[in-house]
């Protein structure tokens, strides 16, 4: 191969001297057309285009057409570019240069357009600043090495790519009817009282959800001195609507407004629209730190993050972009590692930091509410301000480094309204937010709310501070109902993390109208030992004198089987205590037995004993406590049970408690199939082939699977995994196919005696005629067949030529039948 700046083809001068021979009688000729696709540089000759005479009849300039193969930065593009040699030096044309990925637009070295050919303006290779070009003849290919600025290709977008967003599956839509239920039973030698929670949903009728909560509460006085009595009050009836794709979702009727850091929720009734992230779980809504760069030749990208590799990526040369995997919260180390293909590496490190409020520039966050403010709730069923309410909440993500949010709300003459902000302070400044607010109340005078804050978080150290200042004539829609804002409310929290131990101090102030100000200081430690145990210390201190010093120390260690025990030493003003005690909490997914245990000395002198049970038709829990104070003790019974009903495919089911949703599995009638939620042992079918699984994370790909290999060898199942995805606080159908066939082994014998050789083609034919294709046959002759009809004939083809073999005239409808040796003749 030549090297060089170019080399000729060793027959160049031969080819334009005979076409300087032919040019006098030659017509101009334009130059040939682009090959065809699938032609490769050895198809193509180098075309001599028929030089240009001047008006005296001499040869002006040399040209020569060229289709070659093109590698740009020692990457094989596999197509062919159109050059053009003229004279000593190799120009390639515009269109050439864009085709190939190139940007350029300096006119120097260009030659105008040639009208005798067609060629359009074209510049030379070797005018073009930081380019480098290898011409081999032989291979018809050219080597071109050009800077990064040269390439006009997008960059390549490296690193944390979201996963696609989870879509509900319509076959897996079935209406239901849950109730979730909790009852709660207590009782001393003097009073008992009762009380329960109860929610009814309905889902999969129409659109959207249905939900309605109510509590019931029952107490008695057993001497007859206090008040006894029943209450039934009704928190909560909604109706939710979810669209997934713009993340907006729709309640009607009993809700609560969303609230900035700087705002206050209000439970309403009416209407309320707002964004809902949660409809995709797995959109980031975080700012995601990003890193620009270029690779010269073809390169492996790999970005770490806070020293573990996240990402890994082949480049081809041009620019890239690295998106770094979210960072919830704080601050993280990101590494970009670039290695090109002769084995040199370079790598860059960055800062990172998020806060978890901060949005994605372009990203908002927004919630409309309407109707009127909810009063007594959980004392009066009905109880609703006789004036209507709006409010509104705007937080826009202006960039990756400013998020500004809005917020105004207004009922009967009341009107607030304000502005806030929070800004990121460079990769790695922690985040510094502020808020304005002012109301307007008719007849009486306006009012005026501000406040900043400055959160940063790191892996050793954490800081975070926050004032929130109003005067007194400062009023929101939820004060009107009497809900007396703070005049000041402030906070401060600075953090180290040692490794194996954590320290932390705090302060809190709250001035309240005509009420002395609180202001509390806390300091805490805390100590992880290496015999699986836990120390912590912490003082809490009230600086105005009112509740004097508190102090805590516990120690705890655990133990094998889940099991955990611990000592605790509490000093307050009033008096000291000690208390010990030691527990098995009840185990999650597969349910069983629970219990604790504890007892004191001192101001915290008693005992507790309490023992729990999880089935998977609820929980309960029943214990009993005593306590003495100052000469007085009290014995004390419990009991609690929690569970819910489900009316779902036409049957009534006992099950847990339901918080958000749940799935029934269904194995088409086979029992006993054990079911795993993220490979971990929920259950098995019931008779019916059923069972409930819960608890399932609405709208995320939740897997469900089931052990196939204990079933028997007549069944078929179709699939044995899924991604079951269901809706927000609803239950999904997710139905695992299965049927009972009829399973045929056999082996067959040939004409000569001898057993038919393995991977003999065969084809079972009905009946009817109609044929089907079944497997080859195996080792030993052996021949398997799934719900043959009865009669038919199984022919295998042999080198020889065909034989058939008979199968039985009545065959049961399931089962597994081993019929032995047979003749195929």
Known sequence: MTTGKHSRYRWTALALSLASACAASAQDAAPPATPASGDSADDVAGTPVVPRRADDGQVS?????????????????RRLGYFVLVGERMYATLQTLQELGLAWSDEEGTIGPDEATGEGAMVALD?????????????????????????????????WQPPPAPR???ATRAPGLLFNYNIWVQGDADRYGASSWQELRLFGVGPGIWRNSSVLAAHSDRNGLGESGRDAVRLDTSWQLDFPEPM???????????????????????????????????RVTVPLASFAGEAVLPSTVDLFIDGLRQARQEVLPGRFQVDAAPVLSGMGNAQVVVTDITGQSRVVDFSIYNDRQMLQRGLSDWSIEAGTLRREYGQRSFSYASQPMASASLRYGLSDFLTMEAHGEGMDDLRMGGAGAMLRLGRAGGVVSGSWARSHQAYADSGTQYGWGYEWQGRRFSLSMATLRRDEDFRDVASL??????????RAFVGVNLGDSQIGAGYVRQDMPRQERSRYATLSWSQRLFLRGQLSLSLSRDLDGAT???AFLYLGVALDHNRQAWASAQHRDSGDGVVVGASQPVPVDAGGWGWRAQAGAGDSAGGQAEISRATRFGQWDAGAQFLRHRGNSTTTGYAQLGGGLLWMKG???PMRKVYDAFALVSTDGIADVPVMLENRLVGVTDQRGLLLVTPLNAW???????????????????????KAVPATGSGMLARFPMRGVVAVAMSLRGADGELLPPGSPAELVAADGTGTRVSSIGYDGRAYLQDPPAGAQLRVELDEGQCIAMLPDTLPPRGWIELGELPCR
């Not at 480098?132 to 800077?147: F, S």
């Not at 979702?249 to 609560?256: N, R």
């Not at 995320?700 to 899924?722: F, G, H, K, R, Y």
């Open 61 to 77: 300039r040399e040209r020569m057409g060229l289709f070659l193969d093109v590698e740009l930065n020692r990457v094989p593009l």
């Open 127 to 159: 005018s073009l600043p930081g380019v480098d070009y290898r011409y081999d003849a032989a291979e018809q290919r050219i080597h071109l090495d050009v800077p990064v600025e040269m390439m006009a290709a997008p960059p390549t977008a490296i690193g």
């Open 168 to 170: 509900l599956d319509p």
């Open 248 to 282: 907006v979702s729709v309640v009607f009727g009993d809700t609560y407004g969303q609230a900035l850091d700087w705002t206050r929720s209000m439970r309403f009734g009416g209407v309320r629209v707002s964004r809902n992230f949660s409809l995709q779980p797995y």
């Open 481 to 490: 109902d009497g809900t007396v804002l703070p005049l000041r409310s402030d």
């Open 548 to 550: 004097g010093t508190t």
């Open 651 to 653: 049957a009534l089911f």
């Open 700 to 722: 995320q790909d939740n897997d469900l699977s089931i052990d196939a290999l204990v079933l028997p060898a007549d069944v078929d199942v179709a699939i044995t995994e899924m």
